[in-house]
């Protein structure tokens, strides 16, 4: 597609569940980065592939948290076992080399109650 | 680390007229670029402009420009002829060449424009 395409928009879910959210980047950008915005605040890293691998995952901020691009396209963010400070609109990024800046999508936003 | 601070919460200006929003940032390399994005209502963060640390001229995109001070690490966005349409969050970004290998985000700009 033309843009970044994240899904679903919006998500309720409740305390313990699991969740999965789906990026698809733009076709061709090698570098996906996922990021998280609290109420209020800057977008915050959570991890970057390059291709398939992992480049960073230094973001997430425990092991409830894991992302996989396993074809280098779509990427899947998971929360296990989610939590009510988990609520916050995740966005998804693609950018097709350094410097470049990022294109982003319109985020999911997750509430858990 | 990066730190980017951007110490205007909330901004207002009048339709028509121009207003400059602050962003400062510290680091202690020399090759990065600086971002300017726009959040709407919508969520979608949008680029707006974008300057290369080693250039020395400030980048400008139609109505948007910056200040690029590089020795005081400031980094300010200039809005032209304000639209309603430039209402919106305004966030100034970092990004290192040589180190992390992501956007360092602020905590962003209340603008809005009034008719």
């Known amino acids: 597609g033309a843009g970044v395409s994240q899904t679903p928009s919006n998500k309720v879910t409740e305390k313990g569940k699991y969740v999965e959210l789906r990026c698809d980047p733009i076709?061709?950008?090698?570098?996906l980065y996922w990021y998280r915005q609290s109420l209020g605040q800057g977008p915050e890293f959570l991890i970057y592939?390059?291709?398939?691998?992992?480049?960073?995952d230094s973001g997430l901020p425990n092991d409830r948290f894991f992302a996989v691009r396993p074809e280098g396209s779509v990427s899947t963010l998971k929360i296990q076992r989610t939590e009510r400070g988990d609520s916050a609109v995740y966005l998804c990024?693609?950018?097709?080399?350094?410097?470049?800046?990022?294109?982003f999508g319109s985020g999911t936003r997750l509430t858990v109650v | 680390a990066q730190t980017v601070t951007q110490s205007q919460p909330e901004m207002s200006v009048q339709e028509a007229e121009t207003v400059t929003l602050s962003c400062t940032y510290d680091?202690?390399?020399?090759?990065?670029?600086l971002f300017w994005y726009k959040q709407p209502p919508s969520r979608q963060m949008i680029l707006v402009i974008r300057?290369?640390?080693?250039?020395?001229q400030n980048a400008t995109e139609n109505r948007f420009s910056v200040n690029f001070q590089k020795a005081a690490k400031s980094f300010s966005l200039k809005i032209s002829d304000s639209q309603l349409g430039d209402t919106a969050m305004y966030f100034c970004?970092?990004?290192?060449?040589?180190?992390?290998?992501?956007?360092?985000f602020g905590t962003g700009t209340r603008l809005t424009v009034i008719p």
């Open positions: 990024a693609s950018s097709p080399g350094i410097g470049y800046g990022y294109t």
């Open positions: 076709s061709g950008h090698t570098a």
């Open positions: 592939f390059q291709g398939t691998g992992a480049a960073d």
């Open positions: 680091t202690s390399e020399n090759n990065y670029y």
């Open positions: 300057q290369e640390a080693y250039k020395q």
């Open positions: 970004a970092f990004f290192s060449v040589a180190g992390a290998n992501n956007l360092f």
